[in-house]
């Protein structure tokens, strides 16, 4: 998405009142987004669309692509779609540009179908996002709400997650999003890990819980950057074991998930100091109730 060029572009195909696919001088095509623009339009014709939004392809969408996007939003959708980017740029400095513009608006648009018809879905990852990504929490349910009186409707009260991920996306694309991800799904995949290994739910809001989450990052981290730790006090593992068998494997276990997700195979060290927090995880646990 840029600012709309201030040369003409010939209409190609208006999809309905606000958006229109056309040509540049140069046979660039591009969609056309504005209030009104494409009424009474035809193709051929020449269209100076001042202050509406100029959309081209990407690696992502072919212009007509783009076209079918905006022209299955209303107006109005597109409004919001476009106050909830400003006010992600606003408050974490994202760029204001098509790469999350469209993602959002898309979103929006399937979530208030999705209301309308009563279908709700399920978010899996909403704990972890909100422990790791605080601040696109934040403004994701921001984003749920302004959707809600904006438009009138009621949105699932969960969709705020898939904002936040809109805006994690574009935050850290300059990072290793891979490895963002992944660090989200070792936490959910160690956690029902662990439950099912001991038999009891564990709270995701607890002290407990908090510092595992915290200990996971910062492995992940080290892992990544290659710099493990390998300076454990010797047959410490052999101690864990022998102390809390039950801590001691699932650390094992879960020391192949992250090698798996991360590509790496975990030092001897790491899995011990994985298996001191996962016992103090298991103590937390059993000791509620």
Known sequence: MEPMASGPVTVKKVYNNNVVLGTEGDGTEVVL?????????????????????RFVSDA????????????????????VAQRIVDLAHERLGTTVSQAILLPVLDHLTFAVRRADEGVEIEFPLKWEVAQLYPDESALGRRALAIANHALGVRLQSDEWVAFALHFINQRWARGDLSSTLALTDVISTAF???????????????????????????????VAEDRQLTDAPMDIMGAIRTAQPNAADAAVRLGDVVGLRLGRTLTSDEVAYLALHAGRLYNDVHAVG
């Open 33 to 53: 987004l504005g209030k009104g623009l494409g009424f009474g339009r035809k193709p051929g014709e020449s269209l100076d669309a001042v202050g509406g939004q």
């Open 60 to 79: 992502t969408y072919r212009a007509t692509q783009l076209a079918e996007m905006l022209a299955g939003a209303t107006w109005e959708q597109a409004r």
């Open 192 to 222: 029902n890990e662990l439950e099912q290994r001991w038999g009891k739910p564990i709270d995701r809001a607890s002290m407990g819980a908090a510092r595992f989450v915290t200990h996971l990052r910062y492995l992940m981290v080290r």
